[in-house]
Every structure is written in C-alpha cells, then in structure tokens.
C-alpha cells in the first residue's frame, strides 16, 4: 500500500490533527451552539456537513497539489515553504490573540436534516481560512518525488477526517457541560493555544530546515 505514508508520519500528523480538531474554532462554536438551541441530533447532522466539506477540500489539494509537482517540482517548493510560513504565521497568532470560543443560541427555527448537513458543509467548504490550511497543512507531509503523493494526500485526508469527526462528535454529546466549563476555564483555552503553536513552528522550523540542506 505505496499510498500509507511512514508510520513516523501518521504519528505526527495524527498528533497534530487531534490537536486541531481540540482547538475552538468556527465549526466546534457552530456544533455547540446547535447542540444547546435544537439538540444533539441536529448537532451531529452539521458535524456530518463539516466532514462532508473537508472531503472536497482533500480532494481538491490531492489532485491540485499532484498536478501542480507534475508541471513544476519548484513550484510544489515554492507551496510548501509558503505552507511553512503560513503554519508559523498561525502559531504566532494562537499566542497573540488565543482561541475563541463564543456560544449563542440560534433563534431560527429548526432546518431538516438536508438543512443541518448543509449548514455544517457550508462553514467548511466557503470558509477561504479552511483552503488556504489544507493547501499548506497536507503538503508539509509528503514529498515531491513520491510516485504516490496523490495517494497519500487523499489517505491524510480522510484520516484528518476520521481524527475529527469523533472529537467533533464528543464535544455535541458535551456541548451543555464543555460550552460552561472551557468559558470558565481560560487557562485551558491558553494550554491548547501553547501546543497548537509550538506543534506548528516545529513543523515550520522543520520543513525550512530541510529546504535549506
């Protein structure tokens, strides 16, 4: 299976995966408040949308990024160490300005399940933040002259999915006790921030490194 990528490279990647899908951003605050205003289930429906969008993210970065060392393997340098810039860029701002997490209930009335998983789809797959993590997160793992960096790049991003998707699942079946208690607690929110940028510059700092030998 030339497709799987090392097993050093799953633990990073898992690592780092499970440490974005833990950190509050606009799909856990829009599980949450779906969770408190309509319940778990319409909840779980929109976990299903976000999923759904990161798939077509995978796909796209998969076969772009694989179309893009195809007709220039300087350009895929070029992609990666802009990807290095953004990702140290990211963990700078975790430190400066930290996680967010803001719960409202929603008001509208209650959507269907199509409208649920559509809700959910949209926030990941028009959000430009969301595009521009995928072009520059999954590339960090593969390399220009893998014969199989299409495979691998479809493998981390169904496995980013499988990562998330549970974690997203366990905070809507917590949203009542999780939205209180991580409002209250600040300096959790500040931990997760801390390990969210120093994985990041790590894998910056490593991927400049490399280029530079």
């Known amino acids: 299976m030339d497709f799987v990528p090392s097993l ?46 990161i798939v077509v993210h995978t ?3 998969a076969f772009g990024v694989s179309a893009l060392i195809t007709a220039s393997p300087t350009a895929f340098l070029v992609l990666k160490t802009g990807g290095a810039a953004y990702l140290l860029w990211l963990a700078i701002q975790a430190i400066r300005f930290g996680s967010s997490l803001t719960v409202t209930k929603v008001t509208e009335a209650r959507g269907g399940a199509l409208s649920n998983v559509a809700t959910g789809f949209s926030v990941n797959i028009l959000n430009p933040k969301v595009v521009i993590f995928f072009m520059t997160f999954l590339p960090q793992f593969v390399s220009a002259d893998d014969p199989a960096v299409t ?3 479809l493998f981390l991003g169904f496995f980013f999915i499988l990562i998330g998707m549970p974690v997203n699942a366990l905070v809507v079946l917590a949203a009542d006790w999780l939205a209180a208690w991580l409002q209250r607690n600040r300096r959790v929110m500040r931990a997760i921030d801390y390990s969210f940028a120093g994985v990041f510059s790590v894998f910056a700092v490593k991927i400049f490194l490399t280029q530079a030998r």
Do not use: C, E
């Open 8 to 53: 050093s490279t799953l633990f990073m990647f898992a690592g780092a995966s499970l440490l974005l899908a833990a950190t509050p951003g606009p799909d856990m605050t829009l599980s949450i408040s779906r969770a408190l205003a309509q319940g778990r289930k319409a909840a779980l429906l929109v976990v299903v949308g976000t999923g759904l969008g």
């Open 59 to 61: 796909l796209l970065v």
């Open 151 to 153: 495979g691998k790049l």
